[in-house]
């Protein structure tokens, strides 16, 4: 197995489950990282999470998703959560989470389980969708692969507080500028026939009473 454990400033690692949970639940999108033919590659593409497991989807024509069946991959998530603003260039960071592991890629086949996680991928993105807009159909289902990623070789890196080197008396100003992420406001597609009403789990979702 890859080692996930930082050989710079090791302290800010942990392998503490709900650490990684936190982190990775409030991610939108993780980049998977693979060989192919000898030549790197990454994509970034959405994903959930149930327990110890990761799940992405692709298109059955997806060349990537063929790429990384039954292989050996990482995989990593960040949020950026201010700059740090220190009295040096050099010495300018930010507080971030991370989670990078490696994992060996698995296919979901069962119909079922595959429905299963559209439902959960769906709402983990925007609750309440599923139940407006119906469940997808068979022919949907089967034009799509879904595959598995393990959080046993996975481990977290965190910065967090204020700068940390010593201020001088004639130093800039110097502190963090925190970077949050929020939702605007929805724009309706025009196409629609009908006027419609922003829905209620929309409307959580905007104003952060519905998560993700």
């Given amino acids: 197995m ?27 999108f993780c980049t998977i990282a693979f060989v192919r ?3 790197p590659h990454q994509i970034p593409t959405g994903f959930a999470r149930v327990g110890d497991d990761l799940y992405i ?12 069946l039954d292989q050996e991959v990482s995989f990593s998530i960040t949020h950026l959560d201010a700059l740090v603003l ?15 592991g490696f994992s060996h890629v698995t296919e979901i086949v069962d119909p079922e389980e595959k429905l299963k996680f559209f439902n959960l991928f769906t709402d983990r993105y925007i609750p309440g969708r599923i139940a407006d807009v ?44 925190p970077v949050e992420r929020k939702y605007g406001t929805p724009v309706i597609d025009h196409q629609l026939p009908v006027e419609k009403e922003l829905p209620d789990y929309i409307k959580r979702l905007i104003d952060g009473s519905g998560k993700p």
């Fill in 37 to 39: 033919e000898g030549i």
């Fill in 2 to 28: 890859a080692n996930t454990k930082p050989s710079r400033y090791p302290s800010r690692g942990t392998e503490d489950k709900e650490t990684l949970y936190q982190i990775i639940d409030e991610g939108l």
């Fill in 134 to 177: 119906g469940e997808p159909t068979p022919e949907q289902v089967s034009i799509t692969k879904i595959a598995r990623l393990s959080l046993d070789n996975a481990a977290a890196k965190i910065r967090v507080g204020d700068v940390n080197v010593t201020m001088k008396e004639d130093a800039a100003w110097c502190g963090i500028i």
């Fill in 57 to 68: 989807h692709a298109s059955a024509k997806s060349r990537f998703i063929d790429c990384i």
């Fill in 86 to 100: 220190s009295p040096t260039a050099f010495d300018h960071s930010f507080n971030y989470r991370s989670v990078i």
